[in-house]
């Protein structure tokens, strides 16, 4: 299907893009690396009056060291993700997890920071960002502000950027000794989750002593599973992992469709979050 028409602009800096935005409000969409904006243009889901391309905009790509935080652009593409050596050493879980997005054609041109602002709750990586304790960065008219993960993802392909803001970059904590796992359930290779589980696991003397669970597509935004969470402290064998991870579907509201209906999903979400939290502890 033909998208609709739209007024196209290709700012050169952060700040151009923010007016931009401002200036056109809610009838702005930003454009990225277009993996996710161009499908619902075309499918008439979307109906922007101005398409904002930000993709030429250098100061928005790249991974950098911040003390005890990794800063990675809004930019920087799925595939360099991956490849990145100071992602695979301080947050081997969004490598991981993001390895299993799409296809590579997709990651070669898909960006973190798209992913993230799109919210879309099947997607893998706004969990793997909850999981993470992953700060989003913003730049609006107001100045520079600071999104907690668990504060972004407000609703169904929903946010907290407000009109005329623009995700410029993701802060991660630096992780090392901690294991990590993303394990994914779905129909056919490369398509959407139906259920995915992004687990970090720190374990001391032999059991866990923290972890972190992300759920993908288990409600209309990303998860903590924060009763498995708390299970799990202490637990040093596999039984107790598994009598933990049972309550991975507590507090969740997982849709149905036409792949699974919400009790089959809760099911995914319990053997899921036993395998990963298994293999993030090394018990597998």
Do not use: C
């Not at 081997?92 to 799409?102: I, K, N, P, S």
């Not at 950027?161 to 359930?185: A, D, N, S, T």
């Amino acid at each position: 299907m033909i998208p609709p028409a739209f007024d196209y602009a290709r700012p050169a800096s952060p700040q151009e893009a923010v007016r931009l935005l401002a200036e056109a409000g809610e009838d702005a969409k930003v454009l990225a690396g277009g993996q996710s904006l161009l499908p619902l243009l075309r499918l008439r889901l979307a109906f922007p009056e101005l398409v904002v391309d930000v993709g030429r905009i250098p100061s928005l790509r790249g991974v950098r060291e911040d003390g005890d935080t990794l800063v990675v652009g809004a930019l920087t593409t799925h595939h360099d993700v991956v490849r990145d050596p100071l992602v695979r050493r301080y947050a081997g879980l969004l490598a991981q997890a993001t390895e299993t997005v799409a296809d590579p054609a997709v990651r070669h041109r898909g960006t973190l920071g798209g992913a993230l602002a799109h919210a879309d709750p099947a997607g893998d990586l706004p969990a793997v960002a909850l999981a993470l304790d992953a700060e989003l960065v913003a730049v609006g008219p107001g100045g520079r502000r600071v999104i907690a993960a668990r504060d972004f993802f407000t609703d169904y392909l929903l946010t907290a950027l407000e009109p005329g803001e623009l995700l410029v970059e993701v802060r991660v904590p630096k992780r090392e000794g901690w294991g990590f796992r993303y394990e994914k359930f779905h129909r056919v290779s490369q398509s959407w989750a139906m259920v995915g589980v992004a687990a970090l696991v720190r374990r001391v003397d032999g059991e866990v002593a923290e972890a972190r669970i992300g759920l993908t597509n288990m409600g209309a935004t990303p998860l903590r599973a924060a009763a498995a969470e708390e299970a799990l402290t202490g637990a040093g064998d596999r039984g107790a992992v598994a009598r933990a991870a049972r309550s991975a579907a507590e507090g969740t509201r997982p849709s149905r469709d036409a792949s699974a209906s919400p009790e089959y999903r809760a099911h995914l979400a319990r053997v899921l979050t036993e395998r990963a939290v298994l293999a993030a502890a090394g018990m597998g």
